[in-house]
């Protein structure tokens, strides 16, 4: 025997209804202590009697004997009906009879009552749980507690199709897949136990019979209770969200998208991020082909034409593409990529049968395995032009594309488009740039008698543009030579030309053999100039330094083995004895160029023959993973063998400072200083003498005797006599004869004045006029260069042969 615990919301149970018994004719035979509750008579003034008399009111008798035939005719009845009360009043009462037959063929009438609103409250609740497992379209589950299946609703037939009552005695997730099965047994398992409902959780809900149609559904689960608290079982409702979890996954895949794509300013880069969202989330396979121009930086045609470069592939597993990354690939005309590059129109291909790539050849279509079932081909387009464009394929993934899934396809490749033709634009840019630092950098050293150098450029790898470090090697007059290194504020196209016009002023000012200290006041100048330029032209804010350079420039002469320098703003060189004692030269400080304030100052220092002389830019010390003191350490380690050939030694420097990707650009030049031999030089003092011209001839031509350069004894006695001439009408004191045999002969006549001579053409009547233009006309070069003492006027002749 089962005991069932009855409702307190029932209002037929037996604590709630009233119930009587009425003979065939109508009279009460019996009566409840309930009845006598509801209705206030007590059995003895009920039964006996007429139920018409007692208990209805003479208007509502029609309707009570309705009720009374359609019982009668029916065997039984319920409805409402109005029941007088014992105090007069009507009481709305809802009846259901039923007939009883007795052994003697009498029949008589059980009748239940309760408060009509008690009734018709259960009556809507009893509406209300059979729509929701007749017309209810949210699944309902109902589960015992052996966890097999009592009952479902007609939402749960159409979702299966599977007739209702077929899932009666079905155990719990028997027609989904195995996977899905033991979700649905653990989730129906945790709520029959520990009776906390769940509430709109999500969940796989694929079937057995079609496993590749993927199915979403929320389910909300609570126990059943009888009122004694006894469990019934585990209800469910079973909501189908596939199109909603679809556009949940969409939209986060979007928004993945929004934060991965576009992260670096590189276009191979940027079409890899775009196949790595699109994997597995959307395809099993995908290939993203550019336009050759876009992967050059170029602007890109109306209509690609030719091949196009694969520059990224993906796949959940290796993927077996006939063109690999990297790769060129020719669309053969009509395939989906081909027509997608010319109209630049998206083409979803649903359903592939086996034999669609055997059908022709499809040259560069080739799937991914013979299992590819799908096929979404859309178009990397920006600004109106076609960049490439972007295949999909689904092998593994059951589903074919759909519409939406060519939308979202859609929708990535358009943010992924904008993001590579920025890269593009930014390539171009940084190759124009680079192009421009290029041609503005010295491509080769000239050779000099008076260093051996080994220059360094290393460009940043991760700035914006190349930078504004620059290095040069001058060849000076006397065969000295200028060292020069600096370093123009900012990246990019600005400090790319900027950096040009200042070598280009390095190279002007040099040729005046200005002091080091004179060459960066006039730098400093220039900065000014060009920085009020922009100010003018609105480029930046006015009082801001928008323009500014360090420099360092170095003069050696190898004959007196004196190298002056001087420094604006920037790091000091460092030194290297032949012994291998490495230190930085003490130069004053100097204010960057374009700041203003301290004057610059050259501080001159003896170099032993052999000596190390290194110039670089902050790049090489001033790295963010390490301090300006332990790089400074590390150069002066890496400089402490200066016998070793230049080029390992500046191959050195760099293997121990410079990173695999320097944040900063880096110009480092590392000389060697050499001495002219003495029997290369000749020198000597004239007197201020009317004799000083002929003296002068004659100290050439036994000189060049001496040298073996007879051929030049002509030219050079002309040269010297002229420039000793001029001393003695327009100088003051001594005056010096130098002779220099190196890779040219050099002749310098020095004295104590500071007037330059000037080249003329004397007319046709003067007598004189005439020697500057003949040492002009005789000689490759020739120049004045000013020291503290006076002037300087030299000249170069070629050696033939040297």
């Known amino acids: 025997m089962t005991v069932l615990s009855e409702s307190g919301e029932d209002p037929f149970a037996l604590h709630h209804a009233a119930s009587g018994v009425l003979d065939d004719r109508g009279t009460v035979v019996g009566w409840s202590r309930r009845a006598q509750e509801l209705l206030g008579y007590p059995e003895s003034a009920v039964i006996g009697r007429p139920a018409f008399d007692v208990l209805i009111d003479p208007g509502d008798l029609p309707a009570a004997k309705d009720a009374a035939a359609m019982c009668s005719r029916d065997g039984g009845w319920f409805g409402v009906l109005a029941v007088r009360h014992s105090s007069g009043r009507l009481v709305e009462m809802g009846f259901r009879a039923r007939a009883l037959l007795r052994g003697d063929h009498v029949r008589e009438w059980f009748l239940v009552g309760a408060p009509a609103a008690e009734v018709l409250e259960w009556q809507r609740d009893r509406a209300v749980l059979d729509g929701l497992f007749r017309r209810c379209p949210i699944g309902l589950v109902v589960h015992s507690p052996e966890l097999t299946i009592l009952r479902v609703n007609r939402a749960i037939e159409r979702f299966t199709g599977i007739p209702a009552a077929s899932f009666r005695g079905m155990p719990t997730g028997a027609l989904l897949v195995a996977e899905d099965a033991r979700t649905s047994v653990d989730r129906v398992s945790q ?34 209770e009888d009122p004694a608290g006894r469990v019934l079982g585990v209800a469910e409702t079973v909501e189908d969200v596939t199109e909603r979890h679809r556009a949940r996954l969409r939209l986060a895949l979007l928004n993945q998208a929004g934060a991965r794509i576009g992260s670096t300013l590189d276009v191979r880069q940027t079409a890899r991020e775009l196949a790595a969202v699109m994997v597995p989330h959307l395809a099993d396979h995908v290939s993203v082909d550019l336009s050759p ?54 083409v979803l291909e649903p359903v592939l049968s086996p034999d669609w790539f055997l059908a022709e050849p499809r040259q560069g279509e080739h799937a991914p395995d013979l ?43 358009s943010r992924a488009a904008i993001s590579i033709d920025n890269a593009r634009r930014f390539t171009q840019q940084q190759q124009t740039a680079s192009a421009l630092q290029r041609t503005l950098l ?64 390095v190279h002007t000012l040099a040729t005046l053999d200005l002091e080091p200290d004179e060459v960066l006041s006039r730098l400093d100048d220039l900065v000014n100039l060009l920085a009020a330029e922009q100010e003018t032209a609105g480029e930046g804010p006015a009082g801001e330094q928008i323009v500014g350079a360090t420099c360092l420039y170095a003069v050696y002469d190898p004959v007196s083995r004196q190298c002056s ?238």
């Not at 993927?319 to 010319?342: I, K, N, S």
């Open 191 to 224: 709520v029959l136990e520990t009776g906390r409902s769940l509430v709109s959780t999500e969940q796989y809900a694929r079937l057995e019979r079609d496993p590749a149609r993927v199915r979403a559904a929320s389910v909300s689960a609570f126990r059943l």
């Open 371 to 413: 299992s590819a079932h799908s096929l979404i081909v859309v178009p990397l387009a920006a600004r109106g032009l076609v960049l490439g464009v972007m295949s999909l394929w689904r092998s593994r993934h059951p589903e074919p594309f759909e519409a939406d899934d060519l939308t979202l396809a859609q929708e990535l490749a």
């Open 442 to 505: 010295p491509r080769t050293v000239p050779h000099q008698p008076a260093v051996e150098v080994a220059p360094r450029y290393l460009p940043a790898s991760t700035a914006p543009g190349p930078g504004g470090d620059w290095f040069d090697v001058i060849p000076l007059s006397g065969a000295r030579v200028a060292l020069v290194v600096g370093d123009v504020v900012g990246h990019g196209l600005h400090a790319a030309a900027t950096m040009g016009r200042l070598r280009t002023a």
């Open 565 to 802: 320098a001087a420094r604006a703003g920037h790091p000091l060189p460092v030194v290297t004895t032949p012994d291998g004692q490495a230190g930085l030269l003490d130069l004053p400080p100097g204010p960057p160029l374009g700041l203003g304030g301290l004057p610059f100052e050259t501080r001159e220092i003896e170099l032993a023959e052999g000596s190390l002389l290194t110039l670089y830019t902050n790049g090489l010390i001033g790295e963010r993973h390490i301090d300006v003191d332990t790089g400074l350490q590390r150069l002066r380690t890496a400089l402490t063998h200066p016998a070793d050939p230049l080029e390992k030694t500046c191959q050195a420097v760099v293997d121990s400072l410079v990173p695999a990707q320097p944040a900063d650009d880096i110009a480092l030049l590392i000389a060697r200083t050499r001495v002219l031999p003495p029997e290369n030089v000749a020198s000597w003092q004239l007197p201020l003498e009317p004799t000083a011209a002929a003296q002068a001839r004659a100290l050439a031509t036994a000189q060049l005797t001496r040298w073996g350069l007879e051929h030049l004894a002509f030219t050079t006695e002309l040269i010297a006599s002229e420039l000793v001439t001029n001393a003695y009408r327009y100088a003051d004191g001594p005056v010096t004869l130098r002779l220099i045999r190196e890779r040219c002969l050099v002749c310098e006549v020095a004295d104590a004045s500071h007037t330059s001579p000037h080249l003329r053409r004397a007319r046709t009547t003067d007598e004189g006029g005439r020697g500057l233009f003949l040492v002009a006309q005789l000689t490759e070069r020739w120049g004045t260069r000013y020291t503290r003492e006076g002037k300087t006027v030299w000249t170069e002749q070629p050696l033939l042969g040297l």
């Open 293 to 346: 121009p876009v992967m050059r930086g170029e602007e890109p045609t109306q209509a690609p034409a030719g091949p196009v470069a694969r520059v990224a592939v993906r796949g959940d597993q290796q993927p077996d593409l006939e063109h690999p990354e990297g790769e060129p690939v020719r669309f053969a005309p009509g395939t989906p990529q081909a027509g997608c590059l010319a109209d630049g129109r998206p």
